[in-house]
């Protein structure tokens, strides 16, 4: 840390004042720094996971969609089944 401070005798006040400040300043330990987000970088990252949510939804819909129509096949065949095996037991 670098401190100005003034050889004259009318700025004395303030090179104490300086002085103090300096010496309380060195006795500060920081942390790691802390990552801050651009207020663009954001939006876009908010964005994004809005995006995302949208597509979640939109394939969580067509698995149902995808569900319901392998159960309505499922009920058929054995339908069908049904009807195989009563033909044969005639």
Same mark, same amino acid.
């Given at each position: 840390m670098f401190v100005q401070i &003034?050889?004259?005798?009318? *700025? $004395?006040?303030e090179t104490i004042? &300086? $002085?103090?400040?300096? &010496?309380?300043?060195r006795g500060?330990? =920081?942390g790691p720094p802390k990552k801050q987000w651009d207020t663009i970088e954001l939006l876009k990252h908010k964005q994004m996971a809005e995006k995302? @949510?949208?597509?979640? @939804? $939109? @394939?969580d819909?067509?698995?149902k969609k995808m569900e319901e129509t392998i159960h309505g096949f499922e009920s058929k065949? @054995?339908? #069908? *089944?049904? #009807?195989n095996k009563? =033909?044969?037991d005639k």
């Open positions: &003034s050889p004259n005798e009318n *700025d $004395l006040g004042c &300086s $002085l103090n400040f300096a &010496s309380r300043v500060i330990e =920081l995302t @949510k949208q597509e979640l @939804k $939109l @394939k819909f067509q698995i065949m @054995k339908e #069908k *089944d049904h #009807k009563a =033909l044969q």
